[in-house]
């Protein structure tokens, strides 16, 4: 099923404000892309429809014009660990989701971490904030998590987002339980 925001049915009032900052977001694009605070995340709660949402954002950006990558956090980190040791490999790699104009995280420190994964994360995070390059994020941790995980890259990410935070909570909110 293709991720829209027409098939993103919020079930309270949580997800409605979600989507509509969501819809927000890609309506005034052009004019946020340049702010210090041009990015947005979606937070904590599984199954409430961050990924739904954060690709509903990225397709109708493409559909303006706006070049987004999809980084799946866990595949992702993998897949540069793996290939670390090839120097040009992996700059090329890195060089994708740092330079993409849109870098869509997915599952942001899902699954085991190590050290490792968040020096790599921090590459990243660090590279765009320096250079004012917008992220959409979902993750399950909240902001106070992220900045008890890594309080360089969790203080990035909440300047970044700053004013386009939405922290899902409680069960009731996976869908997939329903």
Not at 4 to 25: G, L, S, V
Request: glycine content about 6%; charged content about 30%.
């Amino acid at each position: 099923m293709k991720k829209t925001f027409h098939n993103y049915i919020p079930k309270n009032q949580t997800q409605r404000e979600a989507k509509d900052m969501a819809q927000e977001y890609v309506k005034n694009f052009q004019q946020i892309r340049n702010e210090r605070n041009n990015s947005i995340a979606f937070l904590k709660q599984v199954g409430s429809g961050k990924t739904h949402l954060s690709i509903a954002i990225s397709n109708k950006l493409m559909e303006q014009g706006v070049g987004v990558r999809y980084m799946q956090y866990r595949e992702a980190i993998t897949h540069l660990k793996q290939n670390i040791v090839d120097e040009e490999f992996y700059q090329r790699e890195m060089s994708k989701y740092k330079n993409a104009p849109v870098l869509l995280m997915d599952d942001l420190y899902k699954g085991k971490t190590t050290e490792s994964d968040i020096n790599l994360v921090y590459e990243i995070i660090n590279h765009r904030y320096l250079k004012g390059m917008p992220i959409i994020l979902s993750c399950e941790y909240s902001v106070d998590k992220l900045l008890d995980f890594d309080e360089a890259i969790g203080s990035r990410i909440a300047e970044m987002c700053k004013g386009r935070i939405v922290e899902f909570i409680g069960t009731e909110l996976n869908d997939r339980l329903r």
